[in-house]
């Protein structure tokens, strides 16, 4: 190790002229040539060290290119910094070179241009990140239209409060209009993944563990694979509204130590799920370090009817946030900032440009910029202010024609652009246009060096962007259509290309690429992917608009195989997304269903075809189309037999299974739940099959169990299924499996303690994870529980509103044992006319929608409820107990025939009937072969010994 003392700066220690570098005792990897320069400005901390001087002391004695030490400084500020594009450590001194900032060293006085005419403005976001760092959270939209002078605002005050505040921490995203406006969240994780690359991100990432998990998933380029997989179970269908809350929570927590400003651009080009975020941070009342200052165009916000507009109306209303509208500059502000930057002008001069440009900073800075290169150019008309487009068309005369093409190409590769995209538009070398680019940033015309981009394929290029978002606009609308169609065209296939096996992380430019290169099978094919990343983001309105884009798409194409998969694929991800959010019955999902019917016909035995049944076995079997379930479900059953699929066969097997037990069929029901079973495990003690199909199977495994007299066979099922989707954590599936199995097993078993404590836990599970479904088969089980507990009036408390929730919705399994459960419960309140009521609109339910597994239970409850209103009326209730127990013993239910039988034979001993009574009950617990200490056969077995007594 060199003798010379270790350099330290920030969280970096340099460790002699070759290095290492270590970031808090981790080395970051850099060239040597790289260390070398920053060993060579470390050695003069604060001090201005020009270029000369350093080529000469990397480089001694080589003749080297100017070029050579720009590419070291951008990688060593892609290393070390924050935010690569706005330096904390290597700052650029202008027209010399090049100076490391090192805390605790007095810097000297750096001269720059300060900002012109935004004192007031200044002044209010300095004042607002005050009382952010005091513990009360602030936030701010700065408002203007293009060009206005958001983005010069934003860097004067970051800069001020990097030397005001150093402790103060920035996370920074950019909505981007050419990346697609749907897709959910995109500025966001640019910010958190900017608050990972800070000083301290082992923290901030620490924090996003503990407190928001499922946005660290969507960060997978900072963790490991393990990790990433990690998440995606932990976090598997967590709702958005709690995502929001979780991120809320750790940017409070993180701030703490740190103030933290979160500035989030060009919000008029945002998602609706990032303007919903944005608006529950202004809305929290907790004390918070934070400050979230967002710049935004009004009149777009307001043409385009965007979330933006609303968000700001309502938290100014609320006294939430503060607006600051950016106006052109008075006068004498223009005046102040022409002769800053143009000397020799006249007062009439400097006048007419004031008059030109409105006072509007961008017009000002390209009219000065025109009149100090002294040049000229014809005014072209076009969508853009005639002005500022002349303006803009002028500068751009001033480069050569290969620089124009250049950019021409970037600006249809977005706001940012890679020297590679430009590449893929030109056909050119990428070293060539990265050398052309680099000059143009340097000398500032239209962009700026924005780091590198690294594709998956391993391509390295330099990334710039342009300096206003005008600039690509203007660029834009000099190609001729046909032009531009086929630049995007090259341009989405060499990303597709860099992309393979990732291109799900873009698949929202790749889409809005093949939509504006005129391929719509190719956009609509990306639509589906889009869709899906919002539905996994669980960003409804972000789904529903791909969806719609991708469907309008394929409307202008001939009807074949691919058209017919895309559109598939893409009401399926509809249907899926209308389930999250309405539950399995909606009207939402009833609109894509017929069509679903006819597509999966016309793919015949293509893939997708797995996916589209599953989703319409979902929506028919809870609409109550149980014939048409089934046969929905064999058909996947025999697709996985031909294709030697266990997990698909094993899956309709089990599907089946649900909808022959929901029509009463019991014992066909257990015969294909029995047949699932044993696939999925093939004699291991491991399913070898999806985990999603395994819970299927066995819960209806668990409940064919029960129904058949095997109590204790289907709670061990159940028990067993539960373990199972325990380790697989994922919340919605345990949701519905704990209540379809486990809930449904103690409800034959009779231990409505447990019961209580399992239905609670599910009820709290399915809160947090936003499931609906899981939500409302935990209530019924729970006012169940409650009520056979011994309090019915809280079981009534649960019940009620739930089933009248269902019904309203058209939901139909579970609310029969809900309503029969209620009558039991007014009857033990004395309400049996309450009681009786409910336990007809049971039967009635169940007979008008075929739902029939409950059906003996109703009338035997029903039976019940009529002798204790008319005691006298033996007659009349003993037609619902004969019915009860010839239906259940038609379906080979015996848990429920036992239970009617024992009803029936109490009210044959009141008519002194005991031998008949004997001759009805004995057999009918002589088939049970286990579970004699269960509540059913132990009151059945102690009215036995009483007849014979």
């Not at 373990?723 to 078993?749: I, K």
């Not at 004995?922 to 132990?938: H, I, K, Y």
Request: charged share 25%; net charge neutral; hydrophobic share 45%.
């Amino acid at each position: 190790m060199s003798e010379t003392p270790a350099i330290r700066f920030g969280p970096f220690r340099l460790l002699g002229k070759h290095g290492p570098l270590l970031r808090d005792d981790r080395e970051i990897k850099l060239q040597r040539k790289a260390l070398a320069v920053l060993w060579t400005l470390a050695s003069q901390p604060g001090e201005p060290v020009t270029r000369q001087a350093l080529m000469d002391a990397v480089w001694p004695g080589a003749v080297v290119v100017d070029d050579v030490l720009s590419y070291q400084i951008k990688a060593l500020r892609q290393a070390i910094e924050d935010d690569p594009r706005n330096p904390a450590y290597i700052l650029t001194a202008h027209r010399i070179g090049f100076r490391l900032v090192v805390p605790g060293v007095a810097q000297p006085a750096v001269a720059r241009s300060p900002l012109v005419g935004r004192d007031t403005e200044l002044q209010l976001l300095l004042a607002s990140q005050e009382r952010a760092a005091h513990g009360q959270r602030q936030f701010v939209l700065v408002a203007g239209e293009a060009g206005i002078g958001k983005t010069a605002l934003l860097e004067d005050f970051v800069l001020r409060l990097r030397g005001k505040s150093p402790d103060t921490r920035f996370f920074r995203g950019h909505c981007r209009e050419a990346a697609g406006e749907s897709e959910a969240y995109l500025p966001i994780l640019e910010a958190l993944e900017q608050g990972a690359r800070n000083a301290d991100g082992d923290r901030w990432l620490d924090q996003l563990r503990r407190s928001a998990p499922s946005w660290l998933r969507q960060l997978p380029q900072l963790l490991s694979r393990e990790e990433v997989e990690h998440l995606q179970r932990i976090t598997a269908g967590t709702p958005q509204e709690r995502q929001r809350r979780e991120l809320a929570e750790a940017l409070e927590a993180y701030s703490v130590a740190h103030p933290l400003v979160l500035i989030i651009e060009d919000l008029h080009w945002s998602d609706a799920a990032t303007v919903a975020l944005l608006d529950l941070l202004a809305q929290r009342d907790l004390p918070a370090r934070l400050l979230v200052i967002c710049s935004c165009r009004p009149v777009e916000t307001i043409v385009n009817q965007h979330p933006a507009r609303a968000l700001q109306l309502g938290l100014t209303a609320r006294g939430r946030a503060q607006t600051s509208f950016l106006a052109p500059l008075a006068p004498d502000e223009g005046r102040h900032l022409i002769e800053q930057r143009v000397t020799g002008l006249s007062d009439t001069q400097i006048d007419d440009i004031l008059r030109r440009s409105g006072g509007h900073p961008l017009f000002l800075v390209h009219l000065t910029d025109y009149l100090t290169d002294r040049a000229a150019a014809p005014a072209i008309e076009g969508n853009l202010p005639p002005q500022l487009r002349q303006l803009i068309e002028l500068q751009l005369s001033q480069l050569t024609s290969s620089e124009q093409l250049l950019l021409e190409v970037g600006a249809i590769a977005g706001q940012e652009f890679a020297a590679a995209a430009v590449a893929a538009g030109t056909g050119l070398a990428v070293e060539a246009i990265e050398e052309a680019l680099e000059a143009l940033a340097q000398r500032q015309r239209f962009i700026a060096d924005n780091g590198l981009a690294i594709w998956p394929d391993g391509t390295v290029s330099g990334r710039f962007q342009f300096r206003h978002a005008l600039y690509g606009w203007a660029l834009r609308l000099r190609l001729a259509p046909s032009r531009a169609a086929r630049l995007h065209r090259r341009l989405a296939e060499r990303l597709e290309a860099a992309y393979s096996g990732r291109s799900a992380e873009i698949a929202a430019e790749l889409a809005h690429h093949y939509e504006s290169g005129g391929v719509a099978a190719k956009a609509a094919e990306w639509c589906v992917q889009t869709a899906q990343n919002a539905l996994d983001r669980l960003a409804p309105r972000e789904v529903r608009e791909q969806v719609a884009r991708g469907l309008a798409l394929l409307d202008s194409l001939t009807p074949d195989l691919a058209r017919h998969r895309t559109e598939l694929r893409l009401r399926i991800v509809a249907s899926y997304c209308l389930q999250l959010e309405s539950g399995y019955v909606s009207e939402g999902v009833n609109d894509h269903r017929e069509r679903i019917d006819e597509l999966i016909e016309l793919v015949g035995d293509d893939p997708v075809r797995v996916h589209a049944v599953e989703v319409q076995w979902l929506s028919r079997h809870f609409n109550m189309e149980f014939e048409r379930a089934i046969t929905m479900a064999e058909s996947l059953r025999d697709f996985g037999r031909a294709a030697r699929m266990p997990s698909l066969e094993c899956a309709g097997l089990g599907w089946a299974a649900h909808s022959l037990h929901c029509l009463g069929r019991h014992e066909q029901a257990d015969r294909s739940a029995a047949e699932s079973y044993h696939l999925a495990f093939q004699g291991s003690e491991s399913p070898q099959i999806a985990p999603r199909a395994l819970a299927s199977a066995v819960s209806v495994y668990s409940l064919t169990r029960s129904i058949l007299g095997f109590p204790l066979q289907g709670l061990a099922l159940a028990e067993q299924i539960c373990a199972l989707v325990d380790r697989q954590e994922n919340p919605h599936t345990r949701c519905m499996v704990t209540s379809a199995a486990l809930g449904m097993a103690l409800e034959f078993t009779g231990d409505h303690a447990r019961q209580l404590k399992v239905a609670s836990d599910t009820l709290d599970l399915a809160r947090q994870c936003g499931h609906l479904e899981g939500q409302r088969w935990a209530s019924v089980f729970l006012g169940s529980a409650q009520s056979r507990c011994g309090d019915p009036e809280a079981g009534l408390r649960t019940l009620l509103p739930v089933l009248d929730e269902m019904r309203q919705r058209g939901l139909v399994i579970q609310v029969p044992l809900g309503l029969v459960n209620a009558a039991r419960a007014w009857s033990m309140l004395g309400e049996h006319a309450r009681g009786l009521e409910l336990a007809n609109q049971a039967l009635q339910l169940i007979r008008q929608r075929g739902h029939r597994p409950w059906e003996p239970e109703a009338l035997r409850v029903l039976g019940d409820l009529q002798l204790k209103i008319r005691p006298r009326a033996i007659a009349a209730a003993m037609a619902p107990l004969r019915e009860a127990h010839e239906l259940a013993r038609s379906r080979k239910a015996r848990s429920m025939e036992l239970r009617a039988a024992t009803s029936l034979a109490r009210l044959l001993v009141r008519q002194a009937k005991v031998g008949e009574a004997l001759a009805l009950l004995a057999p009918v617990l002589e088939q049970f072969t286990e579970g004699a200490d269960l509540p059913d056969q132990r009151e059945a077995r102690e009215l036995i010994a009483a007849m014979q007594g």
